[in-house]
């Protein structure tokens, strides 16, 4: 069954620097997501992204966040001068061109920010 | 207001009762319903679409009430493997938009 694969599973990281979280969608899918969770918190949409750009971002997703799709398989996150309270479970889905479908998320990249 | 409001639980229950999970979403516009089931420190996986006409998958029924704006999920006979977190999950419009999380209901099977 193919699945959307993050690297790494867990990413441990100073304050001020840069993190990269890497995403491989489902090959045929058209839509990629970013999602975080806060431990013990519900989970948050990040950015969308469809035909390499950005469809739609949330408030979270300020200046220190960027996406990009550098190779047609790829989706990362990069998240500059990273805080503390960036320290979640950041989660990739992607999903198919139809309407109402639903969203495969990966196993997730645990970021801790010491 | 929430945009998507869940019982908070947790719900323990002993195998093979029968389990309850409300959802209440604010959106009037949203136009596509799911439940997801998220394991501790796992990512959340689908484990069924919510369709206006209600819909059942073995031991799970789902149903949608559009006019108040609420979802349901049921599981019977409840197993041991049944025990996550169940998440409520809606698309606030038709097509591909980002879904919107309710925080989950806990939900432990007891043996």
Not at chain 1, 81 to 110: H, I, P, W
Not at chain 2, 9 to 15: A, H, K, M, R
Request: proline share 4%.
């Amino acid at each position: 069954e193919p699945e959307v694969t993050q690297t790494p599973s867990h990413q441990v990281t100073q304050m001020g620097q840069e993190v990269i979280l890497r995403c491989v969608p489902i090959s045929n899918h058209l839509y990629f997501y970013w999602y975080r969770q806060i431990l013990g918190q519900k989970v948050e949409f990040l950015v969308s992204f469809y035909n390499n750009e950005i469809s739609e971002k949330s408030e979270i997703f300020d200046d220190q966040f960027s996406v990009e799709r550098p190779d047609g398989s790829n989706f990362t996150l990069k998240i500059r001068s990273t805080k503390l309270e960036d320290s979640a479970m950041y989660f990739c889905a992607s999903s198919s061109d139809n309407v109402n479908t639903e969203a495969f998320f990966g196993q997730g990249t645990r970021l801790t920010v010491v | 207001r929430k945009e998507v409001e869940q019982d908070p639980g947790p719900f323990n229950v002993p195998e093979g009762a029968t389990v309850a999970f409300n959802c209440t979403y604010s959106n009037s516009a949203s136009q596509s319903f799911f439940w997801y089931r998220q394991d501790c420190r796992k990512e959340p996986k689908l484990l069924m679409s919510v369709y206006s006409s209600g819909n059942e998958d073995g031991r799970f029924t789902a149903q949608l009430n559009r006019a108040s704006q609420y979802i349901s999920l049921l599981i019977r006979d409840s197993k041991l493997s049944d025990s996550a977190t169940y998440l409520c999950v809606v698309n606030r419009q038709a097509g591909n938009t980002p879904l919107v999380f309710g925080k989950g209901t806990r939900l432990s099977v007891i043996a």
